[in-house]
């Protein structure tokens, strides 16, 4: 019987020994570049550059219409009859909405003639959860009338 001192010492040994061939050098490293892209673009989230390019136009696209939104509203609700007409908005079934923003101007930027029904469609999303202004009360982008400073 080998004791364990004799048996580690003839595998460190054996380790220290073991040269690789150049076949098994070369697989070796062939199975580390296809594990890394398999990693990397996998669960490692590595996207292709037409992929980034995609993703950059699909973001710049959504953010202007997210601020082509916030303006059709504050238009909207800007209007001297916004009120009767935010009424209007709601009553509508869900599908007339857009097509109402849309034919109202709301949803043309000032540097395109025709609406954008993605922006119209936002738009009209977003005043579907306002309240009616109540009379009296400043719309968006006026100023009230009352003083705003602190009593001393």
Not at 44 to 62: D, H, L, P, R, Y
Request: proline share 4%; aromatic share 6%.
């Amino acid at each position: 019987m080998q004791d364990t001192s004799s048996a580690s010492r003839g595998l460190r040994q054996r380790w220290e020994d073991y040269q690789t061939s150049k076949t098994q050098t070369f697989w070796i490293a062939v199975g580390g570049i296809v594990a890394t892209l398999i990693l990397g673009f996998g669960p490692g989230g590595w996207v292709t550059g037409g992929t980034a390019q995609k993703m950059i136009a699909e973001a710049a696209a959504n953010s202007r219409h997210e601020l082509a939104a916030v303006v059709c509203v504050e238009d909207f609700m800007g209007a001297a009859d916004a009120s009767s007409r935010l009424k209007k908005i709601k009553k509508a079934r869900w599908y007339e909405r857009d097509e109402m923003i849309a034919s109202g101007g709301w949803a043309t930027m000032p540097d395109r003639k025709e609406p954008n029904s993605v922006v119209a469609s936002m738009c009209a999303s977003r005043l579907e959860t306002l309240e009616a202004p109540q009379a009296g009360t400043p719309q968006a982008g006026e100023v009230s009338r009352t003083s705003t400073t602190p009593a001393k």
